[in-house]
């Protein structure tokens, strides 16, 4: 009883004291399939699944492709994109990294002649570096898998006015009691969503010179916001990290304040 007193007042403390509104969001999608327990979207035919997961900050694009055929099979990142509006942002990176090191000697002398003093020195290095190029294309042996996070689909959180909201109790819990907190929620359809965006994958298999893409697009749009003071990980969803979650960065704290439950 005790214990369970000390945990719920600690939860209550942090709550009270969080300086900062979370703003989690929950994905929909228009025509891929949303596993209920684990909150991924799959796609399935006899040819391939393919598997999205959203799951962390800024929506992080998780795309996992399992090649059901007995042929192999390719992605081609250059040609695939997340499509944002009227934006497309490529799933393959523009840039190439490079990682280096420089290694220096110096070396001085000082020779004395009769009358005059004289010093030398000299520097000599070498460097290294590896660079790291993008990768174009995965390849999928016969019923094999691979995973690609190329991109995070936004870095700012979503403005709506207070009006767009409705306050709710929910219960908050750290694994051994829970508290009451109340919320602001904001509910969507598809056509007034505050994101809105389409992933556009190339794949294709070769058969010698021959060579048979095929292309896959898949909707999604923001279905929810949820606004809450207190870490966001006390949600019993969240903490599941479910694939349809994500967290946007903090917002400035509102008057939404979490309360004991009676």
């Not at 228009?30 to 040819?47: A, H, L, Q, R, Y």
Request: net charge positive; charged share 20%; aromatic share 12%.
């Amino acid at each position: 009883m005790k214990t369970s007193f000390l945990s719920a007042l600690g939860l209550l403390v942090l709550a009270l004291a969080s300086c900062s509104t979370y703003q989690v969001n929950v994905l929909s999608s228009t025509n891929t399939t949303k596993d209920d327990k684990t909150g991924v979207f799959n796609f399935e035919n006899d040819s391939v699944k393919i598997t999205y997961s959203f799951s962390g900050n800024n929506a992080p694009v998780s795309i996992q492709v399992f090649n059901k055929m007995d042929k192999p099979l390719y992605v081609d990142w250059q040609r695939s994109a997340a499509i944002i509006g009227n934006d497309a942002v490529s799933y393959m990176p523009n840039q190439v990294n490079i990682s280096g090191r420089y290694d220096g000697q110096t070396y001085s002398w000082q020779s004395r002649p009769r009358s005059a003093v004289s010093n030398y020195s000299s520097t000599s290095g070498t460097i290294s570096a590896v660079a790291d190029l993008p990768k174009n294309t995965t390849f999928l042996p016969p019923h094999s898998q691979a995973g690609n996070v190329p991109i995070l689909l936004t870095k700012d959180r979503f403005q709506l006015p207070d009006s767009g909201y409705r306050k709710e109790k929910i219960n908050l819990f750290d694994g051994n009691s829970s508290m009451r907190a109340e919320i602001q929620v904001a509910d969507f359809m598809k056509d007034n969503s505050p994101l809105k965006f389409k992933s556009y994958l190339t794949l294709y298999t070769q058969d010698g010179s021959v060579v048979k893409p095929m292309a896959y697009q898949h909707e999604f749009y923001v279905s929810k916001i949820v606004n809450i003071n207190t870490e966001p990980y006390y949600l019993p969803e969240f903490q599941r990290q479910r694939g349809d979650f994500f967290l946007n960065a903090k917002l400035p704290q509102t008057s939404t304040a979490a309360t004991t439950a009676n």
